[in-house]
């Protein structure tokens, strides 16, 4: 997961939409007092049909872990999406003592922030300060401390951050080194055998397998994707390719089964692209007023004539340069940005320095617009996207001695905070992608399809895409005459991080998980209910945007 680095884009998001407020009592429940549902009473039509769910273990990343709200803490991990499955399992015959490599941590270690002020000690956890509004990290988080219990006797071995290559190297475990990026705090702190030297000691595989599972969950790759997509699309080294990825997959699965008569449930990766990480703040994001815009329109005068001149004199496409264009109007415009997909224009400027149609102060002030243009909305993969943590950014001063230097109206905003046409189209293709290896994996001509269910995330009618409307092109989605939301408002099922589910959002996957078990294996299993878990948290005095001028 990528870090925002800067506190104050935590504490300045304004662009966060916030989808409805029904029930909004009831889903601020204080988490602290939040437990796993008790399953319903035993009954004679509940069975685990052909699989064995007396051993569960529950392999992945953040999602499987409880990571939620930027840490893992007590609560999320609580109702993690293992625990709660598990939970369901019991009915059963499933084990009442699911073991979790329990964090002991109220608020947790924010990973997402830095802390800019170290009167204010540990960061923790996100919670919604509705007055910004948008998320704000708690002062009263923990470090990342050891695991004290037994790690012999672990069920869920999900670990924040990884990719699958890391469930199969020793590295993960240690060192923690700059020359070992494959190290994880989570993991070193359970793991059975750290490593010392990156080459020797246990794996998360290797601990899970031997816990002794009699069924397994794995949701992995996740980050293969979503790394390089929260990037904006500049960190090439952890985007996995295809080749590698169906190596490093298949050596898990294989590890797997050969567990005598082990079966299990395999995740693929969901429609990250939708969740509100990628959604809260939109494209045309810049609002101005008809003044504002014709003193902007004059100022990229000379630009848009620059344009104009090398489409005459240098032969430069016209399609390129009329993109590049920037004509401000009244209301809402596209962010302006830089795209490195597109042509340096730095050499054609220099033509027109050296042919005397621009002058040196001039080329001078072409110099940020090299590779910019506004973003652009309803292509043929929708609008483009602006990432999250560009909301804060949005309309400061990128050098704060010049009023007219606001980032995203006459400075382009930077590569990394948002996603092109180019960039969806590349970080989609990959996903899909890696979707149909696991699925052939798992699936294809082999003894695994009998014994591993496959759970599509992506099912036309499953709940990702019923909460991001791609199943009737309604957003969210109602449960109990309540409607649920897929952001993180009071009444959404994301939690405010953007990216991962909340308490809610785990409960209304699981439920769908269990379904593809019960039609794999012939079992019938309890539902979940999701209204008995809690939404978001607000702020009660102790975030950071509550301590005056901290």
């Known amino acids: 997961m990528k870090r925002l680095k800067k506190l104050s884009k935590l504490l300045l998001l304004t662009a966060v939409v916030f989808t409805g407020c029904e029930g909004q009592e009831q889903s601020l429940i204080d988490d602290r007092l939040a437990n796993n549902p008790l399953p319903e009473p035993p009954s004679a039509n509940y069975t685990a049909g052909e699989a064995d769910l007396s051993n569960y273990v529950a392999i992945g990343n953040s999602l499987t872990a409880g990571y939620m709200d930027a840490a893992l803490y007590d609560a999320g991990q609580q109702n993690s999406i293992a625990a709660l499955m598990n939970s369901q399992f019991e009915v059963v015959g499933g084990t009442d003592s699911f073991n979790q490599p329990d964090i002991n941590s109220e608020n947790g270690f924010n990973t997402a922030v830095e802390n800019p002020n170290s009167q204010l000690g540990v960061l923790g956890r996100f919670k919604l300060d509705t007055n910004i509004p948008g998320p704000s990290p708690v002062i009263n988080g923990d470090p990342i401390s050891p695991y004290s219990g037994t790690t012999a006797d672990l069920n869920n071995f999900g670990v924040p951050g990884i990719q699958v290559g890391q469930l199969l190297t020793p590295a993960t475990g240690g060192p923690n080194s700059p020359q070992n990026?494959?190290?994880?705090?989570?993991?070193?702190?359970?793991?059975?055998?750290?490593?010392?030297?990156?080459?020797?000691?246990?794996?998360?595989?290797?601990?899970?397998?031997?816990?002794?599972?009699?069924?397994?969950?794995?949701?992995?790759?996740?980050?293969?994707?979503?790394?390089?997509?929260?990037?904006?699309?500049?960190?090439?080294?952890?985007?996995?390719?295809?080749?590698?990825?169906?190596?490093?997959?298949?050596?898990?699965?294989?590890?797997?089964?050969?567990?005598?008569?082990?079966?299990?449930?395999?995740?693929?990766?969901?429609?990250?692209?939708?969740?509100?990480?990628?959604?809260?703040?939109?494209?045309?994001?810049?609002?101005?007023?008809?003044?504002?815009?014709?003193?902007?329109?004059?100022?990229?005068?000379?630009?848009?004539?620059?344009?104009?001149?090398?489409?005459?004199?240098?032969?430069?496409?016209?399609?390129?340069?009329?993109?590049?264009?920037?004509?401000?109007?009244?209301?809402?415009?596209?962010?302006?940005?830089?795209?490195?997909n597109l042509e340096d224009l730095g050499p054609k400027f220099d033509q027109l320095e050296q042919a005397g149609a621009i002058t040196a102060q001039q080329r001078a002030a072409l110099v940020p617009y090299e590779q910019a243009r506004p973003m652009m909305g309803d292509t043929q993969v929708g609008d483009e996207l602006v990432l999250l943590s560009a909301g804060s950014v949005l309309g400061t001063l990128a050098d704060p001695n010049n009023p007219q230097s606001q980032i995203g109206v006459v400075v382009p905003l930077g590569d990394e905070y948002t996603l092109t046409v180019d960039e969806i189209v590349e970080i989609e293709t990959r996903r899909q992608t890696l979707n149909g290896i696991m699925q052939q994996i798992v699936q294809g001509a082999n003894a695994n399809s009998t014994r591993i269910a496959f759970h599509s995330t992506n099912a036309a009618t499953g709940t990702f895409a019923d909460l991001f409307g791609l199943s009737d092109g309604v957003l969210g989605v109602r449960v109990s005459g309540t409607s649920l939301a897929p952001d993180f408002s009071p009444n959404g099922v994301f939690s405010t991080d953007g990216i991962h589910p909340n308490q809610r959002g785990n409960a209304l996957l699981v439920n769908d998980v269990l379904e593809t078990i019960e039609s794999t294996f012939g079992a019938s299993l309890p539902e979940l209910n999701v209204l008995n878990l809690p939404s978001v948290q607000v702020c009660a005095g102790d975030c950071v945007s509550q301590q005056g001028g901290s």
């Not at 500049?234 to 080749?243: V, Y």
């Not at 169906?246 to 299990?264: C, E, H, W, Y």
């Not at 990766?269 to 609002?287: G, H, M």
């Not at 008809?290 to 004059?298: D, F, K, M």
């Open 181 to 340: 990026p494959a190290y994880s705090p989570f993991y070193a702190r359970f793991a059975s055998n750290p490593s010392q030297d990156g080459q020797t000691g246990s794996t998360i595989l290797q601990d899970a397998i031997s816990a002794e599972p009699t069924f397994f969950s794995l949701w992995i790759g996740n980050n293969d994707v979503l790394g390089y997509t929260i990037s904006g699309a500049t960190n090439d080294a952890i985007f996995t390719s295809t080749a590698d990825y169906q190596t490093r997959f298949s050596a898990v699965i294989n590890s797997l089964m050969q567990v005598p008569d082990l079966k299990g449930v395999v995740l693929d990766i969901p429609p990250i692209l939708a969740i509100p990480y990628f959604r809260a703040v939109s494209y045309d994001q810049i609002f101005l007023d008809e003044q504002t815009a014709g003193a902007l329109n004059q100022g990229f005068a000379g630009f848009n004539a620059a344009l104009d001149a090398i489409v005459a004199n240098l032969g430069h496409d016209a399609d390129d340069a009329a993109m590049r264009k920037v004509n401000y109007e009244a209301g809402a415009n596209p962010i302006l940005i830089i795209d490195d």
